[in-house]
């Protein structure tokens, strides 16, 4: 709990100012208030998160680092807005033609696995992948975007790739 | 004034307990609760303007403390945050409407309660252990690899990548296994979630009766010992936020 004294400190009051009693007063004794209610409710916070936590191994810290990844990833949100709809809906644009080429390229090798192609098809397949992949990134070049750009942050689904 | 829903709640002849608690309970920003019945289920809502409907942290912490307190004593399915309607009518007809699909997710969840499990392991040293399994490959398996053309050598090793993230996949299709077998005797619903992050490699929601808390962790210890790599994050019981398989009409 945080006293009137403490928050005079807080506050930067100190022996020698002078207070205004009545305007200063109210002030602290309405900090006061506030910090002990965040004060209860972050304790209760904790107390409810401790309480859930039924088993765990390794670091509480960076698992919740890597779980908070799912939320944070700011530089993946698409943004569009009046000032940025062309490299807004370029983003979009280049995000859904990458996903393709990467389904696309799974797919391949897939195929190439299961060893149902002649020596002609695969020399044709990897010359397609390779010139897709380089195009894509003459284009994301051109539009100044880096992977972590194009990888949509999906929210609770993860990320897109 | 529009209304904000929490939780739609099974109520059968416990509207006197369900009102008493309400009463106790603040929503958002401290405002009050009450509930909106159609026949034995109850929608809680609580009123407030729309745009102060805003996914803050404060916020959401408020509404999940309101499903969590009355999950306790209820059961019930929790709605989406940010679920708004325009009156006390509005909200009748929608219960009315999804009656029977209410009825039948209720059903499901009585008497139950999700965990969730999270799987971590360390991406650098799977990804070495993975490799380490993996014999480089050649797409001509007759070739020593000289005097392929670029375009092979690409094709050779987008598949050598393929091949590691399959045989990735595949052990963690194991441990997913060995975790279903490992929960088998809990008659738990699961829903898994593989590679969330590269660290976070399974997320496992359950759904499983409230008794069975201390057997499940009893389980989780188990493979734990059997899978020294890995760590594991057990955590719950939560209302069935994940189990409510219906979208309002």
């Not at chain 1, 799912?70 to 993946?76: A, G, H, R």
């Not at chain 1, 695969?122 to 972590?148: P, V, Y």
């Not at chain 2, 999940?64 to 009518?89: C, K, N, Y």
């Not at chain 2, 975790?179 to 590679?195: E, R, S, Y």
Request: proline share 2%; charged share 25%.
């Amino acid at each position: 709990m945080i006293t009137v004294r403490e928050t005079e400190n807080l506050l930067g009051y100190g022996e020698g100012n002078e207070i205004n009693y009545r305007r200063d007063s109210l002030l602290i004794i309405a900090t006061c208030e506030v910090l002990n209610k965040l004060y209860r409710s972050l304790k209760s916070m904790n107390t409810m998160s401790e309480n859930k936590i039924l088993f765990s191994t390794g670091s509480l810290d960076e698992h919740s680092e890597e779980i908070s990844k799912l939320t944070t990833n700011e530089e993946s949100r698409l943004r569009l807005t009046p000032d940025n709809a062309d490299s807004g809906l370029a983003k979009l644009v280049l995000t859904l033609v990458d996903l393709i080429r990467r389904l696309v390229e799974k797919q391949a090798m897939r195929r190439v696995d299961g060893g149902s192609l002649t020596d002609e098809e695969i020399e044709r397949l990897g010359e397609t992948l390779m010139k897709l992949e380089l195009k894509m990134e003459e284009l994301k070049e051109h539009f100044h975007f880096t992977d972590s750009d194009l990888n949509l942050n999906l929210g609770p689904l993860g990320d897109l790739m | 004034m529009d209304q904000i829903i929490y939780s739609i709640v099974s109520v059968k002849k416990q509207h006197k307990e369900l009102n008493a608690l309400l009463v106790e309970l603040k929503g958002i920003s401290g405002s009050d609760l009450y509930d909106v019945f159609f026949d034995d289920v109850t929608a809680v809502v609580s009123n407030i303007h729309r745009n102060n409907v805003v996914a803050s942290r404060p916020n959401i912490i408020e509404y999940a403390d309101v499903i969590e307190t009355l999950s306790q004593q209820f059961t019930l399915l929790p709605v989406r945050f940010g679920s708004v309607m325009e009156s006390t009518d509005v909200i009748i007809k929608m219960l009315g409407r999804n009656y029977a699909e209410i009825q039948s997710n209720l059903r499901k969840v009585e008497n139950k309660v999700e965990f969730g499990l999270k799987v971590f392991c360390d991406p650098e040293k799977a990804g070495a252990d993975t490799r380490a399994t993996v014999p480089v490959f050649s797409s001509d398996e007759n070739s020593s690899g000289s005097g392929h053309s670029v375009y092979r050598n690409y094709l050779d090793k987008k598949l050598q990548e393929h091949r590691i993230q399959e045989r990735h996949l595949a052990q963690i299709d194991l441990v997913i296994q060995d975790i279903t077998d490992a929960f088998a005797h809990l008659n738990p619903l699961h829903k898994f979630q593989k590679m969330v992050t590269a660290a976070n490699i399974i997320n496992d929601l359950l759904l499983l009766g409230k008794d069975k808390k201390s057997e499940l962790v009893l389980a989780v210890e188990e493979l734990q010992k059997k899978y020294k790599d890995l760590q594991m994050l057990l955590t719950g019981p939560w209302p069935p936020y994940n189990f409510v398989d219906f979208k309002i009409i």
